[in-house]
């Protein structure tokens, strides 16, 4: 581990992150400002962060990661879907924040679940699957329509199906059987909100604002910020639950938890142990990022304010192409942010930041930004 600088006034710290997609991108961008150096490493050096930081590890190179062990002060991941076996060995000699725990829950639906369960944190009744037999089992208890899931490596929609009638079970098992697999009843939701927290290693916790959030074919699209009409009970209920996961994990760094609102109250879906898709609004319309808190949590630096700069605020992601952006530059209520990646359907490509004072002024913003929106 390189020992930090006596001389700088201020501790500054190499981060090494897992992962170099957007989501180590944004964090370095937010690190820099604070004197903070990073390291990546990565799977090609097309990525998004690869090239942004002191080196750059590939992942094809077996020893990739003991590099990063020596080289760095810190180490973080930017995906749930990292080893474990790598963080457990990288935290033998150096710091790695969140800690394998937080990562060994966050990466299976089946663990997480368990977890909300433990911790009296509602959630859909589920079923762990591991055959077609227990399929129809679960069916049976949990009823239709249910969602069956894969338990690893699911994410923007992909890895489930929604059964909705009895001659759909055969199709969904042979679509995802081969897999550890989850049945979840379906949530009859209101909306989908999400909270975004972080934590560092003095117990300090930071909320941001619960968030509304619209998907359209599994893929997050945009978000609002802070949820209409949330009343203060909601938030605090919410916080509550992040609370406890964030304690008991020992966690430090981001953590977010997606939520559906439902007429009996908050009912929890999956959890993030990074900084989050439905955060990005934070880098223009808070105080302090999510990036820049993750950033500080991992670092041992005071965590920054939460609280919302502006009235109201939105992101909008640009999934699959590009766009005709060029409009974005002319607005000056909004921010264009770019990941560097090339198109593909499906790809998160970039997000647009938006803010208003009002919700009519933001929701005309948003017209205009109507070729970027479903
Ligand atoms: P997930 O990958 O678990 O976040 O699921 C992707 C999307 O599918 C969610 O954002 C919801 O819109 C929907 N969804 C997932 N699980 C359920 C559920 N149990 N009931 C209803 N809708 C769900």
Redesign the pocket.
Known sequence: MTASDPSKPFDTKTVGVLGAGQLGRMLALAGYPLGQRFAFLGQSQQEPAALLGDFYSSEQQPEAWQVMATECDVITYESENTSVEWVREIARTTPVYPGERSLYVTQDRGREKALFEQLEIPC?PYRLVNSADDLQQAVAELGLPA?L?TTQE????KG?KLIKTEDQIDQAWSELGHKPLVL????D?QR?LSLVAVRNADNEHEYYPLVQ?V?HD?ILRYTIAPARQVSPEIQKQAEQYLQALLDELDHVGVLAL?L?ETADGLVA??MAPRVHNSGHWTQDGAITSQFENHVRAITGLPLGPTAPREPICAMVNLIGEIGPVERVLTLDNAKLHLYDKTERPGRKLGHINLWANTETELFATLEQLKPFLP
């Open positions: 859909a969602i899931k699911g994410y923007d929609g489930q979840e009843g379906f949530v939701f989908e959030n998907h599994g997606e559906f879906n999956e």
